[in-house]
């Protein structure tokens, strides 16, 4: 064991960087980031974590943003409904606003690929979330979920974003203006991966899962079908009782996930931004 002691924000940050939470929860359930960490060195025959700091790491990373843990009083409490996948941390630009964003976070989601109804129909929505005191949250991908973010921005209103890389860089790299102008204007944006990390399939995934923990509920406007990063958010957020608010859409081809939902009573069709509202 090191003579000086690790601290928990540097430890938690190194056992996000090599483990998924639940590999690692039933340690933590029992003894300190700093243990868990310092056995996991011990057992590995990589020899992958023995050369890795964890001090040096996490200093180097806060330089483009905040590791929060859940013993900060910033921590969105609603994560812990993730049980044993509940993050180990949340890197955080603009961690001070979390709070306040977190408390009527509402997720706009859907198709990356869109026609200019779905665009129309999204801003509606968004807008009118964003004016009733919600605090819309979405990814900066294409589609749906960006123009969401700037439809509530346009209307005044702070937004919360979800990464599924490194907050070093957007994701897709062309938003980085929106990537900026989010926690600049009273927003914030968090991810599950350092700064420098890409974005992947996993990433993708797993990011689909925080966004769906985070909210009080989700929006999604439409996902083409099971297999994409929008149709996991609304099927996360239904395993953990949280409501899927579905628009019509005459489209039927680009909404066979919305249909599928509906179909399995895990979702809810709203005819309109007000119908959304008054079930919020």
Same mark, same amino acid.
Request: charged share 15%; hydrophobic share 45%; net charge neutral.
């Given at each position: 064991? #090191?003579?000086?002691?690790?601290?928990?924000?540097?430890? &938690?940050a190194?056992?996000?960087?090599?483990?998924?939470?639940?590999?690692?929860?039933?340690?933590?359930? %029992?003894?300190?980031?700093?243990?868990?960490?310092?056995?996991?060195v &011990?057992?590995?025959?990589?020899?992958?974590?023995v050369?890795?700091? #964890?001090?040096?790491?996490?200093?180097?990373? %806060?330089?483009?943003?905040?590791?929060?843990?859940?013993?900060?009083?910033?921590?969105?409490?609603?994560?812990?409904?993730?049980g044993?996948?509940?993050?180990?941390?949340?890197w955080?630009?603009g961690?001070? %606003?979390?709070p306040?964003?977190?408390?009527?976070?509402?997720?706009?989601?859907?198709?990356?690929?869109?026609?200019?109804?779905?665009?129309?129909?999204t801003?509606?929505?968004? @807008?009118?979330?964003?004016?009733?005191?919600?605090?819309?949250? @979405?990814?900066?991908?294409?589609?749906?979920d960006?123009?969401?973010?700037?439809?509530?921005?346009?209307?005044?209103?702070?937004?919360?974003?979800?990464?599924?890389r490194g907050?070093?860089?957007?994701?897709?790299?062309?938003?980085?203006?929106?990537?900026?102008?989010? #926690?600049?204007?009273?927003?914030?944006? !968090?991810?599950?991966?350092?700064?420098?990390?890409?974005?992947?399939?996993?990433?993708?995934?797993?990011?689909?899962?925080?966004?769906?923990?985070?909210?009080?509920?989700?929006?999604?406007?439409?996902?083409?079908?099971s297999f994409v990063?929008?149709?996991?958010?609304?099927?996360?957020?239904?395993?953990?009782?949280? #409501? !899927?608010?579905v628009p019509?859409?005459?489209?039927?081809?680009?909404?066979?996930?919305?249909?599928r939902?509906?179909?399995?009573?895990?979702?809810?069709?709203?005819?309109?931004?007000?119908?959304?509202?008054?079930?919020?």
């Amino acid at each position: 064991m #090191p003579n000086s002691a690790l601290p928990e924000r540097a430890a &938690r940050a190194a056992l996000a960087a090599h483990f998924p939470p639940h590999e690692v929860a039933a340690q933590l359930a %029992q003894h300190s980031a700093e243990k868990v960490w310092h056995d996991a060195v &011990r057992r590995d025959t990589t020899g992958r974590l023995v050369h890795y700091r #964890p001090r040096e790491e996490l200093a180097n990373a %806060q330089l483009t943003c905040r590791f929060v843990i859940p013993s900060d009083d910033v921590w969105p409490a609603a994560l812990d409904s993730l049980g044993t996948g509940t993050p180990l941390g949340l890197w955080v630009r603009g961690h001070q %606003q979390l709070p306040r964003l977190t408390a009527r976070a509402v997720a706009v989601t859907g198709n990356r690929a869109t026609t200019q109804e779905t665009l129309a129909r999204t801003q509606a929505f968004a @807008s009118a979330l964003a004016e009733a005191g919600h605090t819309v949250t @979405s990814t900066l991908a294409l589609g749906v979920d960006s123009t969401a973010l700037r439809a509530a921005a346009l209307a005044g209103h702070t937004t919360l974003a979800v990464l599924p890389r490194g907050l070093d860089r957007a994701h897709p790299h062309d938003h980085a203006q929106l990537l900026s102008s989010i #926690p600049a204007t009273g927003g914030a944006v !968090v991810s599950l991966f350092k700064p420098g990390t890409e974005a992947s399939g996993s990433t993708l995934q797993t990011s689909a899962a925080l966004l769906a923990a985070l909210v009080r509920a989700v929006v999604l406007i439409e996902a083409v079908d099971s297999f994409v990063p929008p149709m996991h958010t609304a099927e996360i957020a239904s395993g953990l009782g949280r #409501p !899927v608010l579905v628009p019509p859409s005459a489209d039927s081809a680009r909404t066979l996930g919305n249909r599928r939902l509906i179909a399995d009573q895990r979702a809810v069709l709203v005819p309109d931004p007000e119908h959304a509202l008054a079930l919020l």
